[in-house]
């Protein structure tokens, strides 16, 4: 099954340098976006949350949403 955390690793793993989102006067790279999705999972481990719990994002569309989500 694809979603959209695959899709991302595997964009960051074959070419992080490349632009991902374009947002703005900012570009943030598959490997910033990749990079920023791993801390915000590890905070959310670091928290006691795990595989199963749910978690509300409350996040207009903005560069952020795919990192959280």
């Known amino acids: 099954m694809i979603n959209l955390?695959?899709?991302?690793?595997?964009?960051?793993a074959q070419n992080p340098a490349?632009?991902?989102i374009h947002f703005l006067d900012?570009?943030?790279?598959?490997g910033e976006?990749?990079?920023a999705a791993n801390r915000v999972a590890n905070g959310l481990r670091a928290m006691g949350i795990g595989?199963?719990?749910n978690?509300?994002?409350?996040c207009p569309n903005l560069p952020y949403f795919?990192?959280?989500?």
């Open 5 to 12: 955390a695959l899709g991302l690793e595997r964009g960051a």
């Open 18 to 20: 490349k632009p991902a």
């Open 55 to 58: 978690v509300v994002i409350a």
């Open 33 to 35: 976006l990749d990079a």
């Open 66 to 69: 795919p990192i959280v989500y």
């Open 26 to 30: 900012r570009t943030i790279t598959y």
């Open 51 to 53: 595989r199963g719990d």
